[in-house]
């Protein structure tokens, strides 16, 4: 038989152990085969200690075996096969005695790391935190709807408080508010008496209003009339008899003076006495001098109208007629929106009046909700209940008498402490675990021990921050622990549940590429890919419906 070289693929595991082993496959043959016949059972039991792993412990068993079959009739096939273990084992034996160096370089490769199938008791649970909340309740705060001021608290109830119906809850002072009430008193009857006035006038001004635009036409009519009678007629008569007078006071004159002359000659010819002479002369010498200053007059009065009078009413009329123009102009496009605004005033004062007068009714209302009385049976909470969560420390920092309240800050609730539920809040990722219907248990947080049962009363759909909002019914026992609104607990509501489940972790189970689901048994030379069938998933687990058996191994991570 030739010898196969070490690059030779056909060489086999013995020939390349024996160039490498030397005397020590001589002695591990050896051993062997003492094993084998009987003599070397405890050299066999060392080889095993001595062994490397697993691997070696079984190769060592199956050799001898072999070679105690082989002392009986084999064929030789039989006997390659012992030959083969007999080199296997031998290599096994020189591989432990090589130093440390030269193990590691023959040490088999790590298994990888598997889990196994479980079969049990496998529960899905919808697991939320929450708290108790009333489901009968009535709030009571002072909304005030006209009166935006603090009041002073002359008394409230303490939180907790048990009251009765129509038991006082807090009590205002009022002081303010009724000074408020009487200064709009004295608003609503001003706005009345404005409203009167301005509905006599609007008949009044309504029947004035052709009037005054008439009399407006009319003077516009005059004006213009009187300047074309100054420009055509007066303007010139005017200079006419100014000129007139003045020739007229110089004719008397000179008629004046020809009457002196003539008296004068003629007394001077005649015989007359001389008492009437000069009574005469008297006379008619006053008469001159009186036509000389009428003269002088006239020529005054001459100059003022030409030079003065005349362009001044000119400058007058034309002004006049401009004006009166102006005004009827004025008059047409004012009149008629005067009418209109004072029917605008008419209806504002109407609105004011009604204003005024529902302010007063408002106040007076106000001025009833001062006092404060529970509307039903029950326990006080200072603040509201909303989202969950009281606003109690709110209210109760300045729930006291003596202190200043802002209206819309001191709200109470009276809640019925026997109907109460369980709100509690649902995370995004176990929405899925919400159905109609779904039954559990609360447990409150201040009596762990108790469990009530719950039943889903409301589910809000609409997340608010990522979260839902689950609202459950729950009956208390007889004898257990009062729950008050308030108080905080944990839902817990099994909503599947299989007692002989098998289960895997799920980190062992994988989505391949066409969405199914699958695991990885270990084999050589390579992983097995099986499709598994899954349920529900429960914290780290999934439950396996088809494709793996309990008991059953499967790699932990992806080859």
């Known amino acids: 038989m030739g010898r196969a070289t070490p690059d030779d693929p056909g060489a086999s595991l013995s020939q390349r152990m024996m160039e490498r082993g ?13 094993s084998a016949t009987g003599r070397g059972h405890a050299a066999a039991r060392r080889t095993r200690r001595e062994g ?6 079984t190769i060592t068993g199956g050799a001898m075996r072999v070679v105690r079959n082989g002392l009986g009739l084999v064929s030789a096939a039989s006997m390659a096969r012992v030959v083969v273990a007999v080199l296997g084992t031998a290599a096994t034996v020189a591989a432990a005695q090589q130093p440390p160096a030269a193990v590691a370089d023959a040490a088999p490769a790590k298994a990888p790391e598997t889990v196994t199938a479980e079969r049990g008791r496998f529960e899905v649970a919808l697991e939320a935190k929450g708290d108790v909340i009333p489901l009968d309740a009535a709030l009571i705060d002072f909304d005030p709807q006209a009166w935006q001021q603090p009041l002073r608290i002359v008394s409230v109830v303490p939180h907790g408080s048990k009251v009765n119906a129509g038991d006082v809850i807090i009590q205002y002072d009022t002081k303010k508010l009724d000074q408020a009430i009487a200064d709009a008193e004295s608003a609503a009857a001003v706005a009345e008496k404005a409203l009167e006035i301005a509905r006599r006038e609007l008949p009044v001004s309504e029947a004035l209003h052709p009037l005054e635009l008439a009399a407006a036409e009319r003077a516009g009519r005059i004006a213009a009339e009187d300047l074309k009678r100054w420009q055509t007629v007066e303007r010139k008569q005017t200079e006419e008899q100014a000129r007139f007078g ?31 002479e000069e009574m005469i002369l008297q006379r ?38 401009a004006r009166a123009a ?26 004011e009046r009604a204003q005024a007068a529902r302010k007063l009714a408002e106040l007076k209302e106000d001025r009833l909700k001062t006092t404060l009385r529970a509307p039903r049976s029950g326990i006080v909470y200072h603040g509201r209940f909303h989202d969950g969560s009281w606003s109690t420390a709110a209210v109760s920092s300045k729930a006291a008498a003596g202190q200043d ?25 176990d929405l899925h675990l919400v159905a109609p219907g779904i039954a559990g248990r609360v447990t409150p947080d201040g009596y762990p021990e108790a469990e009530l049962p719950a039943t889903l009363a409301a589910f809000t759909g609409v997340p608010k921050n990522g979260r839902y909002q689950a609202q459950f019914a729950v009956a208390p026992p007889a004898g257990g622990p009062a729950l008050l609104p308030g108080m905080g607990g944990r839902l817990r509501a099994i909503v599947h549940a299989r007692p002989d489940a098998v289960t ?31 349920g529900r998933t429960a914290g780290d687990r999934i439950e396996i419906l088809e494709g793996v058996a309990a008991g059953e191994a499967v790699l932990a991570k992806r080859p």
Do not use: H, W
């Open 22 to 34: 030397g005397s020590r496959f001589s002695t591990a043959f050896g051993a062997v085969v003492r």
């Open 52 to 57: 490397c792993g697993a691997g070696e412990r």
């Open 246 to 276: 003045l020739k007229a006071a110089e004719e008397f004159l000179k008629y004046a003076n020809e009457e002196l002359r003539q008296l004068q000659q003629m007394y001077k010819d005649k015989d007359l006495t001389e008492e009437t």
């Open 284 to 321: 008619t010498r006053f008469e001159v001098e009186q036509a000389e200053f009428r003269l002088k007059n006239s020529r005054l009065n001459a100059e003022e109208q030409l030079s003065v009078e005349v362009p001044r009413r000119d400058e007058a009329v034309a002004a006049a007629a």
């Open 326 to 351: 102006l005004d009827l102009e004025k008059a047409r496009a004012t009149l008629p929106l005067r009418l209109d605004q004072q029917r605008l005033t008419v209806a504002k004062e109407e609105l």
């Open 405 to 429: 309240a802002p209206p819309g800050e001191m709200m109470f609730t009276v809640v019925d402490p026997a109907r109460v539920g369980f709100a509690a809040t649902i995370e995004e990722k």
């Open 504 to 534: 895997l972790p799920t980190s062992a189970v994988f989505r391949d590429d066409d969405g199914s689901r699958v695991v990885y048994l270990p084999g050589q030379p390579a992983a097995l890919k099986r499709v598994v069938k899954v």
